[in-house]
């Protein structure tokens, strides 16, 4: 099946007639095509999307409201289809695509059809002085939105939905090896009404289409979700141009647990927030740290129950684990066992490739544990983004916390213990955007979400994503 790139409303082929291979990840096999589009298909969508920020952005909010309510309705009626067309495209199980990325995306837009209702801005009188100050938080204009494979529709919208509820219009593009999902939202966005040009989607390389978003000297704002990398790429292109910048980039994530905590629960959690979605979620806990009192205990347990996962075809009701999102990232994971093997790690369970019959051709990997003793080894310090977690135990608060501190990333990171005074001590010692203590992944999206140091710059969520998409200006009235 040939994906198109949505302009203004349509469905149309790339000016340059250079298509790329869109891969079923779970039988390894090219199922269609996608437009690999250049600088003129993106001066396209940025001319609709221009064309139609006058009307969009004084359209009234209860109207946009209105609209952004109706896609998320929409994606709950085409919820099969959607996760059908998730799992296919991108490996994960299609249980995980039902009950996580497509409620979620639909949220996303309920979410932001409500926040934009409630959204405000400031007033200071300025007492003494005869005058008054307000704040106008006006849309940009044309943004651009770039997303990740990890969760294909449930990041593209997470991006989209603030930038439209705040009266901005979109070019965006989906990740190149999971476009699918992107594409269908096209086709609801049109059926919930919304006005053509505001929302256009573009397909292609990040190199070639990507690229040529951030450089497009009249989109001014860049939300980006991927890799750190391509993120300070990102940052020298946009930067001297002046562009307003979210980065949403990597993690390396520590899971810190102490004997105090509720055993069971943080178990059956950290078997979770290691493998969920084959472990290809930013926010997974990769690098667990374990209080030595409960070392040996917690490795028996969760190797057992780590064992116990099923790798299977995504489509299957048992399935735990599914296919990796690609035959590069599979090696890369591979990759990544030769160096534990080098650097002394010791593997607990796991590491191999797994071929499942009649999809032989398939991207399978076993989960994996893998034991180290040193925090400044590669596998503690890069990010894998796979079915692949290290155990290391600590013995003190102090060691726990420079440990879980000790990488260059700084996305979340989540503690077991049931001790307060501990638990406010980490909150603010630990150097991530965000802490979950005693669950993970549990999210209100009215909550700041997003990294220090080189896990990104800014944050999405709530307000925040509203005031980022938009310009606050100040108007001072003496009287
Ligand atoms: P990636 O950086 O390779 O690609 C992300 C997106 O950027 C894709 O759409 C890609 O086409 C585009 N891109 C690539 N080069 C570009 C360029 N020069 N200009 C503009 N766009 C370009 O990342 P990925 O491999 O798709 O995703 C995995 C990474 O995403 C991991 O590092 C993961 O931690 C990160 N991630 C972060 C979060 C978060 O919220 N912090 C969430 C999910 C994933």
């Known amino acids: ?97 039902k009950t996580v990325d497509i409620p979620r995306a639909a949220s996303n837009f309920q979410f932001f059809a409500n926040a934009i209702t409630q959204f405000s801005s400031e007033a200071h009188e300025s007492v003494g002085l005869d005058a008054v100050n307000f704040t106008l938080r006006q849309p940009l204009g044309v943004v651009g939105c770039i997303s990740p494979w990890n969760l294909p529709l449930y990041l593209f919208t997470w991006k989209i939905a603030p930038a ?28 919930a009404g919304l006005p053509k040009g505001v929302l256009n989607i573009v397909h292609g390389l990040g190199t070639t289409t990507g690229q040529a978003i951030v450089e497009h000297p009249n989109i001014k704002a860049i939300s980006f979700t991927g890799g750190t990398k391509t993120g300070a790429h990102i940052a020298r292109v946009a930067a001297p141009m002046f562009k307003k910048l979210s980065l949403e980039l990597g ?10 905590c509720d055993y069971n629960k943080m178990l059956e959690t950290t078997v979770r927030s290691s493998f969920a979605n084959q472990g290809q979620i930013c926010l997974c806990g990769s690098r667990i740290l374990v209080e030595e009192k409960i070392y040996e205990r917690f490795k028996i347990d969760f190797i057992k129950k780590v064992k116990q996962l099923k790798v299977g075809h995504p489509s299957e009701e048992s399935t735990d684990i599914g296919a990796l999102v690609s035959k590069e990232h599979l090696e890369k994971i591979e990759s990544y066992i030769e160096i534990a093997e080098d650097e002394g790690g010791k593997i607990l369970c796991g590491g191999l490739e797994v071929t499942l019959p009649n999809y032989e051709n398939g991207y399978y990997f076993q989960p994996t544990i893998i034991e180290v003793t040193n925090n400044q080894c590669k596998l503690n310090q890069e990010e894998i983004f796979g079915p692949v977690v290290t155990i290391m135990s600590f013995k003190t608060d102090e060691e726990a916390l420079t440990l879980a501190n000790d990488v260059k990333y700084g996305l979340s990171s989540t503690l077991w213990t049931n001790n307060l005074n501990r638990t406010m001590q980490f909150a603010k010692q630990l150097h991530t955007g965000i802490v979950w203590v005693n669950t993970w992944m549990l999210r209100d ?19 925040e994503a509203l005031r980022f998409f938009t310009e606050p200006k100040n108007v001072c009235i003496k009287y």
């Open 1 to 97: 099946m040939n994906i198109k790139n949505y302009i203004n409303g349509e469905f149309v082929n790339p000016v340059s007639k250079d298509w790329i291979d869109n891969f079923n990840p779970a039988k390894g096999e090219v199922y269609g095509q996608i437009p690999n589009s250049t600088k003129e298909d993106v001066e396209n969508a940025y001319q609709a999307a221009a064309d139609s920020f006058p009307k969009w952005s004084n359209t009234p909010l209860e109207d946009r409201s209105k609209i952004l309510s109706k896609i998320a309705n929409l994606i709950l009626e085409k919820l099969d289809v959607l996760a059908i067309a998730e799992s296919k495209d991108n490996g994960k199980p299609v249980n995980l695509a």
């Open 164 to 191: 439209l509820a705040a009266g901005n219009c979109v070019v965006a593009k989906p990740s190149e090896v999971t476009p699918m999902t992107a594409y269908l939202l096209g086709e609801i966005c049109n059926d």
């Open 251 to 260: 993690g390396k994530n520590p899971n810190i647990i102490f004997a105090d």
């Open 445 to 463: 999206l009215r909550t700041p979400f997003g990294g220090a140091k080189e896990s990104g710059v800014g944050r999405e969520g709530g307000f």
